[in-house]
């Protein structure tokens, strides 16, 4: 498994980024499951800087570990902020204008939907979100 650790600030995305993009070219990941890996790490990661930490900053944590057997990735990513499972809340109703539609909730959409498996729990003290993509 190899981890990272940073500050949960936007301006950290970009390492956050590098570091998973890193591992991804390492074992072959197809592009196309690159990009959605990408896309799903940014929504998550975004989420944990803007919103885990109500007073100051604190650190996130990014697990990743290679699977073989298909091939796949699964990441976690760790926080100490306020306890918030983001899959509670129902998915938005993508069938309305965006006119029409409650802000919220359509990036976790995205990422359950381009993940094959997005998991949440509340462990001793963290906010621990995993998502999984096979290829």
């Known amino acids: ?7 949960a600030i936007t301006e950290n995305l ?5 570091f998973i993009d890193e591992q ?3 074992i072959g990941c197809p592009m196309k499951q690159q990009i959605q890996i990408d896309i799903a790490a940014e929504e998550i990661f975004v989420n944990i800087a803007h919103y885990a930490y109500v007073t100051g900053t604190g650190e996130a944590t990014i697990q990743m570990e290679v699977y073989n057997d298909p091939s ?6 760790i926080d100490r902020g306020i306890p918030y499972d983001p899959l509670a809340k129902p998915d938005p109703d993508v069938t309305l204008s965006a006119n029409e539609r409650k802000i919220g909730g359509l990036g976790i959409f995205m990422v359950k939907k381009s993940m094959d498996e997005v ?5 001793d003290g ?3 979100l995993t998502v999984k993509k096979g290829w």
Do not use: A, Q
């Open 1 to 7: 498994m190899k981890e990272f650790k940073t500050k």
């Open 14 to 18: 970009h390492t956050v980024l590098e």
């Open 24 to 26: 991804l070219k390492l």
């Open 72 to 77: 796949g990735i699964e990441i976690t990513f």
């Open 119 to 123: 998991r949440y729990e509340y462990r």
């Open 126 to 128: 963290c906010n621990v």
